[in-house]
């Protein structure tokens, strides 16, 4: 007996399927941090800028998968003319790549593991305190 190959009619999930997974990470939020993390603008890009990359000194693309963009929480002040809105920014092709190179987690899971890091950065939480707070990756 004879098998065909199967075939399989799969795609790489899309932006707009990130940015849901993203939305539902803030809606998991609890209460006041959901509430404040509405105020930031979530935009899904599949790769980060070359002039951010530039900028933060990164050479390979697949290095970053968000990115928060403004002033924390702890430093704003009614003073502040805002210049621009505070912003998360995922870069979808980085997170599936890592995802891929896991194999261990939902890819929901890391898309909000990656939200909760950027937005802890809009609370005024530095990388060391998320990193006592948060123990994902172990």
């Not at 935009?43 to 693309?61: H, N």
């Not at 505070?86 to 920014?89: I, N």
């Given at each position: 007996m004879t098998r065909e190959?199967?075939?399989?009619n799969v795609t790489a999930p899309s932006l707009a399927d990130i940015e849901a997974m993203a939305e539902a990470a803030v809606a998991a939020l609890p209460e006041p941090f959901r509430a404040a993390a509405r105020q930031v603008v979530l935009?899904?890009?599949?790769?980060?800028?070359?002039?951010?990359?530039?900028?933060?000194?990164?050479?390979?693309?697949f290095e970053l998968t968000g990115l928060y963009e403004g002033i924390p929480l702890t430093e704003k002040s009614v003073a502040d003319q805002p210049y621009a809105p505070?912003?998360?920014?995922l870069f979808r092709r980085p997170i599936l790549e890592e995802?891929?190179?896991r194999?261990?987690?939902?890819?929901?899971?890391?898309?909000?593991?990656?939200?909760?890091?950027?937005l802890a950065h809009h609370f005024g939480w530095s990388?060391?305190?998320i990193a006592r707070i948060d123990r994902w990756w172990e």
């Open positions: 190959p199967a075939t399989f935009l899904v890009e599949d790769f980060p800028p070359t002039e951010i990359l530039e900028e933060m000194g990164i050479d390979d693309p505070d912003t998360v920014r995802w891929i190179e194999g261990d987690v939902a890819l929901d899971a890391l898309v909000a593991h990656v939200v909760v890091h950027e990388d060391e305190d």
